[in-house]
């Protein structure tokens, strides 16, 4: 039995359209998230955000005053542990990869319908990387693409090789070929959390910030093909 939220999820609807903001505020209400901010422009939408703290900010890349980008790369500078859905009607490649590089957690199309938004927005809440489908192979196939490139040099060697657990690298590599924590659990016959306490206690051992760097991490080492 996994535990769940005492308290509703806290969403912030971030969007240019009046009427698409408003129906989309009303349609997470009505599933049970407190929407505690909206905002119509990027400038609005930092300002905004900072003042309501919400757990997931459900966020159009298209804003005046400001572009979704930046706003995300803002608010999750200045608070990691806020989650960021992007809401786009762009499904262009550039726009995913530019979106998950600053921050974001998921990508959603707009054509998705009430119950995938609520969905992803309850997963994104957890830490949950979510994509429109065909999206996350191709940041995963963005991250090999950089893994690949040379880079900058290091110094021959390697900074660190932490000694993660069988049990941490199996979970590393099940993320890296991008499951769900509810998927590895099921597959490792384990509980959400404890699959959660090893991501946990990986991201601590190798000292990175979120899951996406952690994917980055096991895919730079092949574990994504293991």
């Known amino acids: 039995m996994s535990e769940q939220h005492k308290d509703p999820i806290k969403v ?5 359209h009046p009427m698409w903001r408003d129906a989309v505020a009303r349609d997470l209400a009505e599933a049970g998230f407190d929407v505690v901010a909206t905002a ?7 300002r905004r955000a900072q003042a309501a703290a919400p757990d997931v900010l459900v966020l159009d890349l298209n804003l005046p005053a400001k572009p979704g980008v930046q706003v995300c790369k803002e608010l ?3 608070n990691p542990a806020l989650r960021v859905l992007v809401l786009s009607a762009s499904g262009e490649h550039a726009d995913v990869l ?7 957690t998921g990508y959603l199309l707009k054509s998705a319908s009430t119950a995938e938004l609520t969905d992803a927005v ?8 979510v994509f ?4 996350a192979g191709l940041v995963l196939g963005e991250y ?9 040099a290091t110094g021959g060697d390697e900074p660190r090789a932490p000694q993660l657990t069988d049990r941490e690298t199996e979970v590393l590599r099940l993320v890296a070929k991008g499951l769900s924590y509810k998927q590895i659990a099921e597959r ?3 509980s959400h959390r404890t699959v959660q306490n090893h991501v946990q206690n990986t991201l601590g051992k190798l000292q990175l910030h979120n899951r996406v760097e952690l994917v980055r991490y096991a895919i730079e080492r092949g574990l994504d093909d293991a």
Request: proline share 9%; no cysteine.
């Open 188 to 190: 490792l016959v384990i």
């Open 76 to 78: 999750v500078g200045a």
């Open 98 to 104: 530019e979106a998950v590089k600053s921050g974001a």
């Open 144 to 152: 090999r693409r950089l893994a690949s490139d040379p880079g900058p």
């Open 40 to 46: 119509g422009d990027g400038e609005q939408a930092v």
């Open 132 to 135: 429109t489908p065909g999206l």
């Open 122 to 129: 309850r997963r994104t809440a957890v830490g949950d990387p």
């Open 12 to 16: 912030m609807v971030v969007d240019d």
